[in-house]
């Protein structure tokens, strides 16, 4: 089955600066790749999913990246705020859906005032 | 009330006990899913049904029973559960459960069940 690596489990930033994080699959018939985001005590939420005839997808400060052929891919926020601060999971899909996804560890980000 | 809602929020039950969670959801999924969220692991798929029919059992143990008796309803029956149960129980529901033809293949989750389990 797919397996799906995150890095770094934990990333601190100054506010204002950049954050990235890296996840790696291993299926190369993946083709759906989502990273979610949840927040202290709240529910998990998509902020950006990336399909695999695409290469780059952006949205506001945050753009997601995906190289098929080293098989991973990237999320990276900009200009970092506080609420940007939370615990953000990235997964990945064989079936271009919901069903099936495999996630990773997650990367807990802290925005340094 | 929208979006996918859980109940309970919090759970605290001994080993022979038997409870249930439920999940709602009012966004007129087709898909529904749980999922157990541990610390330090990635989140693990337990079940997913579509149109009310289960098609997926992740090799979880008996001692968790899925039920879902219409596409807004899903719940979690537990009997004699172990102390390692102990997580939260997120549900999901999606517009199907593949994507393409116009379905996105986002999860809505809901705020999750803490379970503890002594």
């Known amino acids: 089955g797919e397996n799906v690596e995150q890095h770094p489990s934990t990333l601190s930033v100054q506010e204002g600066d950049s954050a990235v994080i890296k996840c790696t699959y291993s299926?190369?018939?993946?083709?759906?790749f989502p990273w979610y985001k949840q927040e202290l005590g709240k529910r998990p939420q998509l902020i950006i999913d990336?399909?695999?005839?695409?290469g780059e997808k952006k949205d506001q400060r945050i753009a997601v990246t995906l190289n098929k052929t080293a098989k991973h891919f990237s999320l990276h926020i900009t200009e970092t705020q506080p609420e940007d601060s939370a615990v953000y999971f990235c997964?990945?899909?064989?079936?271009?859906?919901?069903?099936?996804?495999?996630f990773g560890k997650g990367t807990h980000l802290i925005i340094q005032p | 009330e929208t979006g996918v809602t859980q109940t309970p929020r919090h759970l605290v039950m001994g080993m022979t006990n038997k409870k249930s969670l439920k999940c709602e959801q009012h966004?007129?999924?087709?898909?529904m899913y749980w999922y157990k969220q541990s610390a330090k692991k990635p989140l693990e798929l337990m079940f997913v049904?579509?149109?009310?029919?289960?098609?997926e059992n992740n090799s979880v143990p008996s001692r968790f029973s899925p039920e879902c008796p219409n596409s807004s309803h899903l719940f979690l029956h537990l009997h004699t559960l172990q102390p390692e149960d102990s997580a939260l129980y997120l549900c999901?529901?999606?517009?199907?459960?593949?994507?393409?033809?116009?379905?996105?293949?986002?999860?809505?989750f809901g705020e999750g069940s803490r379970l503890t389990v002594l």
């Open positions: 990336i399909r695999s005839n695409v």
């Open positions: 966004l007129g999924h087709n898909a």
């Open positions: 999901a529901s999606s517009q199907d459960i593949y994507g393409g033809s116009g379905s996105t293949g986002e999860l809505f």
């Open positions: 049904y579509s149109l009310e029919e289960r098609v």
């Open positions: 997964a990945a899909s064989l079936g271009g859906g919901a069903d099936g996804l495999t």
């Open positions: 299926d190369s018939a993946s083709n759906y």
